[in-house]
């Protein structure tokens, strides 16, 4: 079946089953790689994009219900609020160490920052907490969260 989509704000078309999960529509078929696959379960948070501003997990979200909705990927991170200033504080305090998990705790914290411009340690960690780390950078990430709440 084919669906249309929304992602980056371009057109799009995939011709795949309802079921085939946004993740693999938008890495193997658009050839948008940034985002990532971690545990196909929405446990890690490596697929996070946005779905209508709204953190979701691409590996658990079926195109079909994606629907009219406005995707967002790590490429277009810079165009949505607080995402090039979140950019630049994960670059400033060196945040990743290996990668892996980063696009999504990226859009995580994009999804945070819109919420919460001003987020507490709390809030931060609330919102964090599904993305998981395997280095560990769990503090450094916090810091450049508060480093990009600042500068908004």
């Known amino acids: 079946m ?3 989509l929304q992602v980056n704000g371009r057109s799009y078309t995939a011709d795949v089953d309802g079921d085939t999960p946004l993740l693999w529509v938008i890495r193997d078929v658009l050839g948008m790689t940034g985002t990532k696959f971690g545990c196909g379960q929405a446990l890690c948070g490596a697929c996070t994009v ?4 709204v953190a ?9 219900s994606v629907g009219e909705s406005q ?3 790590i490429e277009a991170l810079h165009t949505v609020a607080h995402g090039k200033a979140l950019q630049d504080a994960w670059t400033e305090l060196e945040v990743p160490q290996c990668g892996y998990c980063q696009s999504g ?4 914290a994009a999804a945070l920052l819109n919420e919460t411009p001003k987020p507490t340690d709390d809030d931060i960690d609330n919102a964090m907490s599904g993305n998981v780390c395997r280095c560990g950078t769990y503090q450094r990430v916090r810091a450049a ?3 990009a709440s600042a500068s908004a």
């Open 145 to 147: 969260i508060k480093r």
């Open 50 to 53: 946005h779905v209508d501003g």
């Open 2 to 4: 084919t669906f249309s």
């Open 105 to 108: 705790q990226l859009m995580s």
């Open 71 to 73: 995707v967002t990927t």
């Open 56 to 64: 979701a997990r691409s590996c658990v979200t079926s195109i079909e």
